[in-house]
């Protein structure tokens, strides 16, 4: 537990650190998306350019570019660390870890920025396709929300929960209208998230993706949500892995239907 001293010498200027990010990612994103491999990654997820204002997507450029950037602006090495080892010295390399990623900010309610889930801009192969932020003062994966902060800035109220699996996934479905959707911070969700959720609503859809972890997800889930008393339902997407594919191929009719009959 932080002492108010604590949050005012400590905590504090690590929100202040990971807001500067977001915003110089944002800017990154806007100078790169004139090049090939970024602009075409992000026409083929079919993010609009009001969804990625919305949720505050940015970018990752090279790592010594922003590592520069950083110490410019006055923050040590001791801050970028505690944040969730943005870079690794390596005797006298810089490594940083969100390099070349699609930045994915997990913010709060009122706008402050915790952290960041950075996605690859390729389909090459990869085993860390998506990567967090480490838990730290700032950051605790547990209690995380994604598309919390812009569920609530574009509803009045909150009359049930889209449960999916992934950032892109939630992208896709508020641009499909569905802007109740949310997921967890990069784990499986915990009942922390839940609780959470349940401050605004207790009715909640399950629409995992449509394969093996997907279905022992589902399963772990509900188990949760019985312990905590809450309203459930199962929307299980036919002929598509997840929301996003969806969305992007043009098939929302197979969620309506899903959360339709399920």
Not at 13 to 37: C, K, S
Not at 166 to 194: E, P, R
Request: glycine fraction near 6%; charged fraction near 25%.
């Amino acid at each position: 537990m932080y002492t108010k001293a604590d949050i005012l010498h400590y905590v504090t200027p690590l929100y202040a650190l990971n807001r500067e990010l977001m915003e110089y990612f944002q800017l990154q994103l806007i100078m790169e998306d004139a090049y090939g491999e970024l602009d075409a990654y992000v026409k083929k997820r079919g993010f609009s350019k009001e969804m990625l204002e919305l949720f505050r997507v940015g970018y990752c450029p090279d790592g010594q570019i922003m590592y520069d950037f950083a110490l410019s602006r006055g923050w040590t090495d001791e801050s970028l660390q505690e944040i969730g080892f943005w870079f690794i010295l390596d005797s006298k390399d810089v490594i940083v870890k969100f390099e070349n990623r699609l930045m994915f900010p997990f913010s709060e309610v009122d706008g402050t920025v915790h952290g960041f889930s950075g996605r690859v801009t390729h389909d090459e192969k990869v085993s860390d396709k998506y990567i967090n932020t480490n838990n730290c003062a700032v950051y605790n994966k547990s209690m995380l929300v994604y598309g919390l902060r812009e569920a609530i800035l574009c509803n009045p109220t909150i009359s049930r929960w889209i449960l999916v699996e992934g950032n892109a996934d939630v992208l896709s479905m508020f641009q499909a209208g569905y802007t109740t959707t949310v997921a967890g911070a990069g784990t499986a969700l915990t009942d922390k998230h839940l609780l959470r959720l349940s401050q605004y609503c207790n009715n909640f859809v399950l629409m995992f993706d449509n394969d093996d972890a997907g279905k022992k997800a589902t399963a772990r889930t509900i188990q949760m949500m019985k312990d905590l008393h809450l309203s459930w339902k199962i929307a299980i997407l036919q002929d598509v892995k997840d929301a996003d594919q969806a969305v992007r191929e043009g098939k929302t009719h197979l969620i309506e239907q899903a959360l339709t009959t399920g």
